[in-house]
Nanobody, 126 residues
């Protein structure tokens, strides 16, 4: 069964940086997954943050994080990293990693991803 496992997260002050990582394990053999980060703050819907195409050739971001967050992966490796800089209190949320082996475009919608991690908390204090 495919597993998506996140790590990182924690409590930082506004303006500081934090990194998250996510790995797909027990996936389909010789298959690269499109991967993305979403986040959900209390009382709000889960929203797209950043994504990477299945082969790592394309990355895409939500407007609120452009220029501050960077998603990266080593080619088609099924591990992605999210580097977050200049963090703001409004970035506070549970961050979820998502993966899908069929997605070939820029997946920014929650329903485009079949596999999800349990989430990791990011808290930014003012």
């Amino acid at each position: 069964q495919v597993q998506v496992v996140e790590s990182g997260g924690g409590l930082v002050q506004a303006g500081e940086s934090l990194s998250l990582s996510c790995t797909v394990s027990h996936g389909r053999a010789d298959t690269s997954y499109a991967m993305a980060w979403f986040r959900q703050a209390p009382g709000k819907d889960r929203e797209f943050v950043a994504g990477s195409s299945w082969n790592g050739a394309a990355t895409f971001y939500a407007d609120p994080v452009k220029g501050r967050f960077t998603i990266s992966r080593a080619g088609a490796d099924n591990t992605v990293y999210l580097q977050m800089h200049s963090l703001k209190p409004e970035d506070t949320a549970q961050y979820y990693c998502a993966a899908d082996h069929r997605l070939r475009g820029e997946g920014v919608v929650r329903g485009e991803y079949d596999h999800w991690g349990q989430g990791t908390q990011v808290t930014v204090s003012s």
